[in-house]
């Protein structure tokens, strides 16, 4: 007695088969097809590059803006400087040059005087000078006037000579013509002979 079940019947085997390779190409197909619904990572990332973007430009808007700002105030700056430099040069004499009205006023004065005696000419002239040498040390403007014996100082004097004399080596031996100082600054050195080496 012979048992048909124990073995499966070629007929039954190969449509088994045919069913699995059939059914096996499917799943790649599915599989790309889900694939190709997903989005691209370069696609999601667009929204926030343009995000990035407008946001760059933005805030080189503000940095262009502030630029031109820091820029128009730095111009201004400047035109005012210059204003004042300006300013500063036209009239840099005019209280130097209100100090000396009064020694102007007292040389009118005097010239005035017809019938004038020679001691009041000598008076008038030397108050002339005390005023003159007034207005001058108000604007910083000393006398160098060295006296015999100072060491010789080629910063504020000029030699005109050397003389033979009895003191020390360089040293001044007379005064030609004074000199004088504006604000610590020679704007003239004084004239001197100065004693020769022995």
Excluded: C, W
Excluded at 53 to 60: F, G, I, T, V, W
Excluded at 88 to 98: D, T, V
Excluded at 111 to 126: D, F, K, N, Y
Excluded at 155 to 170: G, R
Aim: proline share 7%.
């Amino acid at each position: 007695m012979t048992d048909t079940n124990s073995t499966p019947a070629p007929e039954a085997a190969s449509d088994s088969a045919a069913a699995a390779a059939a059914a096996t190409p499917a799943a790649p197909e599915s599989a790309g097809a889900g694939t190709a619904q997903d989005p691209s990572p370069a696609a999601g990332t667009a929204p926030d590059l343009q995000a990035e973007l407008a946001d760059l430009k933005l805030r080189h808007a503000e940095v262009a803006e502030q630029y031109l700002r820091a820029k128009a105030e730095a111009e201004n700056a400047r035109r005012r400087a210059d204003d004042e430099i300006a300013k500063a040069r036209k009239f840099a004499l005019e209280g130097f040059a209100e100090s000396l009205l009064p020694v102007l006023d007292s040389l009118e004065a005097g010239l005035a005087v017809q019938e004038a005696t020679l001691e009041q000419i000598r008076e008038g002239s030397e108050a002339t000078l005390r005023q003159l040498r007034s207005a001058l040390e108000r604007n910083k403007v000393v006398a160098i006037n060295p006296a015999a014996g100072e060491r010789f100082d080629p910063h504020q004097h000029q030699a005109i000579s050397m003389v033979p004399a009895e003191q020390d080596p360089n040293t001044v031996v007379a005064v030609l013509q004074k000199g004088y100082l504006i604000a610590e600054r020679v704007l003239r050195p004084a004239l001197v002979t100065v004693a020769a080496p022995k």
